[in-house]
C-alpha cells in the first residue's frame, strides 16, 4: 500500500515541485479543477494592474502604439504555439473557443464545397459548444453532421469515407478524459480526403500536442484552462500554413484587415493565421492569459530539448497513475469504476470516475471539504461521472493522497447521503 | 470674444462638474479622445483587483456560483439598456462590435430571405468594420451590400426601395461627428418593408437614444468608447422584443442555450436576447465594463426623469458649441473648416475639422502638447479629419478653451511642420 509518507518523499525528489511558487492558491484546497478553470498565478495580479493603471489609465490611446496592443493576439499565439507544436506565426490568442471554431470549421468547409462531401463528422460525446457551433454550421453551409463513438473512427468498416468533408473532434475528451492519436487519425482522415479540426481545450497545457508533425488542418483551444489564463480568458486559433493564405473565415472584423489603419471600405484578409482575427480584444483579460502562459512556458527549463509540455507530461501520468492506484487500493467494494483510459498514450490530465449513484453529491461532499472536483452528468448512453483534473504544475504528490483520503472518508462515512449534498443547485 | 474666465464661470455653475471625480486623468493631459477609448474610471482597479483575487483567485471555480458570472452579460446589459431607451432583458454585453455586428446582421438577413429583398443598404462612411462584416455575410447569404451617402436616404428617389432588406447604419458617423435621425429613419426603412441594424458605437454613453421609442429592429455598440469599460472591453447588442425569440444567430455557444448546464447534445437557443450569447466571456475585462458603465449611470441623479443621457446631452452640446465657436473666433485664416453638423438634432458628441494640409501633422502636434485628439485620413472623396471627442462626464469649460488656445499656437507657431509631427507612423 503507498503511504502519504510515500507521495512525501516522491514530493521531495520531485524536479518540478518549485513551479508552484508560480501560483496563488486557496488556503485549505486541493484543486482538482484546473482543467474547468487554471488557479491565479502569482504574477497576474500586478501586471492586469499595471495594464489598468497605467497602459489605459495613463496611456490611453497612446498604448495601442507605445504598449504594443495590436501585437498581442499574434504574440500571445507564439507563446501558444511553443505549447502544441506550431511555428511562430502560426497562432493567434482572441475571442472565445466557440467563436474560434466557427471560424476555422467554416474555413474547412469552404475548402470542401465543391468537393460533394457532405458530412462533418464528430463524436457523439464531443463537448457540447462544439456540437452546437457545427450544427449551426452544418445546416447553414448544406453539410450534415454525424455524430459517431471514438470505435468508429479507425479499421474496417471506418466512418471515414468518401463522404467525409471535415472530422472534428477534441483531443482529450472533457468526460472521460480519453485522447486520441491526433497522428493516426489525421492520417486516417487524410487517406479518406477528409480535413481535421482539433479541439485543444483539455490538451494545451495539459498534454504534449503536435499539430505540425500530426499534419493537422486547424486547430483551436481555451486559454482559461491548463493555460491559467484567468476566467473567460481568451481561446486561440491554428491554421496550417498550407491554408492560412488561402481560406477565408466570415467574421470579417478590422484586426483581420490586410491594413486595419487604412480604414478602407473593402475587407482585405491579413496574410497567414491573421486573418482569423476580427473585432478589438479585451485588453486587460490578454495580460491575464500571458501570465498564466508564462507559467506553464516555466517548464521549458526542465526540458530543453523537447520543451515544457515533455516535462509536465511525466509528471502529470505519475500524478493521475498514482491517482487511480490510491482509489483501486483504498475505494475497494465503493462501487467506483474507472473510466479514463490505463494506457498513457490514451490519456489526458484528468482521471474520471463513474458510480451507479451518488457521483454528484459525492462531489459536492469533497468540495465541502476542500477537494474541488467536478461533476458531469450523464444520460441514457453515458454514466454519470465524478471529474478530477490534475495539473503538474501545482500539484503534489501529496495532494493526490489527501484527495483520496477525503473520497475514502466521504464515502465510509456516507456523508454524501446528507441533503445538502443532492441538492443539485450548483451552476459548474 | 469667449475668455478662460467665462469658461471657468461655466464650470463654476455647471452641475454636473463633480461626475469628473470618478474618474483618474493622467496629468497635463487634456483628453479629446473618449470616442476611440474612455479614461480610467476611479473604481476599476480596484474592482478588478477583487475579481483577479477574489473570485478568479479565491472562489476559483465556485465562482461561478457565488460571483454570478453566468448573470453577468445580461446584468451588465441592463445597466447600458438604461441609456439606450431599451427594456431590462434586451441587452446582453459580450464578445466584440463585429461579431455582435455578424450575429444580429445574420438574423435580421434570416428574417428576409424568402422576401426576394436583396439588398443590404449602407453608408459609404460606415466604419470601415461594419462594412467588412456586411460584405462577408451578404457575400455568404447571398445579399448585395450597397453602398450610399447619407442624402440619398429620404425624400424623392430615396434608395429604401421594396429590393432593400436591410438598412445598417451607424447612428453617430465616426468621422464626422453627424447623428441620424432613428425614428424617422427607421420609419421610412419600415415604410420600406426594411429592417434596421443601427451600430451605437459612437451614441452609447454620447447622445440620448431611444432604441424600443424609434422602433428599431437590431443594435449592436461598444464598451470602451463612451461607456469607459476598459481597452477591448466587451460590447452589446439589442434586439428589438418582436423579433427576439424567433430568429437566430449562428454563433450558437452554450452561453446562449436554454439549458447551458444540461450539456445536451443538440442546440435549443435561449429565450430572448440570451441567444445572442456564444462562448465564454472574459469575467474580468465585463468587471471594466461594469465599472465604467457605473461612471455613466451616475448621471441619473443630475436627471431623475429622463435619465442620464438627458442630463449629458445638455453639456455635451455646450462643450461641442463652444469648441465650435472658439475654434471660428481664434483661428480666422487657419484654413480649418467644420465637418461636423451645426445643428444640435445632427451633431453627435464629437466636432471634426479639416484642412487642406497637415490635418495628421496638427494632431501629433497637439498631441505632443497633451491636447489628445485623433486623426481620420480621407480619400479622393472624404477630406483629412481631426477629430475631438467632448465627453461630458469628464470634461470642463476650461478644457475647451485650453485644447483651442493649444490649437491656435500650433497653427499661428507652424510648429506642425516640424518634421517629427509628419511622420506617419502612429497605429492610432
Given at each position: 500500500m503507498t503511504t502519504l509518507e510515500d507521495c512525501r518523499a516522491l514530493d521531495a525528489q520531485d524536479p518540478l515541485r518549485s513551479l508552484r511558487d508560480q501560483f496563488t492558491l486557496p488556503e485549505g484546497v486541493i484543486y482538482l479543477d484546473g482543467n474547468s478553470l487554471g488557479v491565479l498565478p502569482k504574477a497576474a495580479p500586478a501586471r492586469i494592474a499595471e495594464v489598468v493603471t497605467q497602459e489605459w489609465g495613463q496611456g490611453l490611446i497612446r498604448s495601442w502604439n507605445?504598449?504594443?496592443?495590436?501585437?498581442l493576439p499574434q504574440r500571445l499565439g507564439d507563446k501558444v504555439a511553443r505549447l502544441i507544436g506550431a511555428a511562430p506565426g502560426e497562432v493567434v490568442c482572441t475571442d472565445s473557443t466557440s467563436v474560434n471554431l466557427y471560424k476555422v470549421l467554416f474555413a474547412a468547409l469552404s475548402q470542401q464545397k465543391d468537393t460533394g462531401r457532405k458530412l462533418v463528422v464528430s463524436e457523439r460525446s464531443n463537448f457540447p459548444t462544439d456540437l452546437y457551433i457545427a450544427e449551426s454550421l452544418c445546416r447553414e453551409r448544406g453539410f450534415t453532421l454525424k455524430l459517431i463513438e471514438a470505435g468508429e473512427l479507425q479499421g474496417p468498416g471506418s466512418v471515414l469515407t468518401d463522404e467525409v468533408a471535415v472530422l472534428m473532434l477534441t483531443h482529450v475528451n472533457y468526460r472521460t478524459g480519453a485522447m486520441h492519436d491526433m497522428k493516426a487519425i489525421t492520417a486516417a482522415a487524410h487517406a479518406a480526403g477528409a480535413l481535421t479540426v482539433w479541439d485543444l481545450a483539455h490538451s494545451a497545457g495539459a498534454v504534449p500536442v503536435a499539430l505540425n508533425d500530426s499534419n493537422a488542418d486547424y486547430a483551436i483551444g481555451c486559454g482559461y484552462k491548463y493555460l491559467n489564463g484567468g476566467p473567460g480568458a481568451p481561446a486561440f486559433a491554428w491554421v496550417h500554413a498550407r491554408h492560412a493564405n488561402k481560406f477565408e473565415q466570415p467574421l470579417s472584423g478590422w484586426w483581420g484587415h490586410a491594413a486595419p489603419f487604412e480604414f478602407t471600405p473593402h475587407y482585405r484578409p491579413a496574410a497567414g493565421v491573421g486573418r482569423y482575427l476580427c473585432g478589438t480584444q479585451p485588453i486587460i483579460a490578454l495580460a491575464g492569459l500571458e501570465c498564466g502562459l508564462d507559467t506553464v512556458l516555466a517548464a521549458e527549463a526542465f526540458d530543453k530539448d523537447e520543451g515544457a509540455m515533455a516535462a509536465l507530461r511525466a509528471k502529470s501520468l505519475a500524478l493521475t497513475d498514482l491517482f487511480i492506484r490510491l482509489v483501486e487500493e483504498r475505494c475497494v467494494g465503493q462501487g467506483l469504476s474507472l473510466v479514463t483510459p490505463r494506457e498513457h498514450a490514451q490519456r489526458g490530465s484528468q482521471v474520471c470516475l463513474s458510480r451507479g449513484e451518488g457521483a454528484y453529491a459525492i462531489v459536492q461532499a469533497l468540495i465541502a471539504r476542500g477537494v474541488i472536483g467536478d461533476y458531469r452528468a450523464g444520460d441514457s448512453q453515458m454514466p454519470d461521472i465524478l471529474r478530477f483534473g490534475f495539473t503538474p504544475l501545482y500539484l503534489g504528490f501529496d495532494d493526490v493522497w489527501n484527495s483520496v483520503e477525503h473520497l475514502v472518508q466521504v464515502l465510509e462515512s456516507g456523508e454524501w447521503k446528507r441533503e445538502e449534498f443532492n441538492r443539485k443547485n450548483a451552476v459548474t
Open positions: 507605445t504598449a504594443s496592443w495590436f501585437d
